[in-house]
């Protein structure tokens, strides 16, 4: 299937972030998450990640000049995000690139689960791995790629490869990620991305 064809059936399917944090709160009250994987571990997950959403929604904000560049956009933008609820980092970055989103009205933010979309996965697969969340910006009208970014803040995943070369244990070094995001209060994340909109290069 041509890339066109599997992000057309991709934005299909796609809800929105409220949506999305509605659906995730809905399979929690049933002990599920999103995906096939309803242990207590994966539901333990899903359970601190809602928490830091409803963290990162109540209290994250852009910066003026942040602003002042998504307001300039000139072109309609289709950002599409494909996430799980029980990820982690997705948990830290979605709220983030929704607020970049909602400041500008030429961006409509769309977001997918991986597992549901396999095709669309393997598009954007990270050094072999299907690591999430990855960014994708389209031009609204032709579907044209615009950019992408993900899984992590470049810094953040750097520190990551290094302590997994390393021998270090996952779950160590996923402590100290998850200490670096609320030490960085999305900083990194949104610089990320608004360079995208400034040079248009791929993050």
Not at 13 to 33: E, F, H, P, S
Request: proline share 3%; hydrophobic share 35%; with cysteine.
């Amino acid at each position: 299937m041509e890339r066109r064809e599997v992000l057309k059936m991709a934005l299909e399917n796609a809800i929105t972030y409220q949506g999305y944090r509605t659906l995730v709160d809905k399979l929690l009250v049933d002990n599920k998450t999103t995906g096939e994987d309803h242990s207590p571990d994966m539901i333990h997950y899903t359970e601190l990640n809602v928490a830091r959403m409803n963290k990162w929604d109540k209290h994250f904000t852009l910066k003026g000049e942040t602003q002042d560049k998504l307001h300039q956009l000139k072109t309609d933008e289709i950002w599409l995000v494909i996430t799980e609820g029980w990820c982690g980092d997705a948990a830290h970055s979605v709220p983030v690139i929704n607020a970049l989103a909602e400041a500008s009205d030429k961006v409509e933010l769309k977001i997918v689960l991986r597992d549901e979309n396999p095709d669309l996965m393997d598009l954007y697969l990270t050094n072999g791995s299907r690591s999430i969340p990855i960014l994708i910006r389209l031009k609204k009208d032709t579907l044209e790629e615009l950019g992408v970014w993900g899984p992590r803040p470049a810094e953040l995943q750097k520190f990551a490869i290094e302590s997994k070369r390393s021998g270090v244990p996952k779950a160590y070094y996923n402590k100290d990620v998850q200490l670096k995001y609320s030490r960085d209060r999305g900083v990194a994340i949104e610089q990320e991305v608004v360079s995208q909109l400034e040079t248009g290069s791929e993050g």
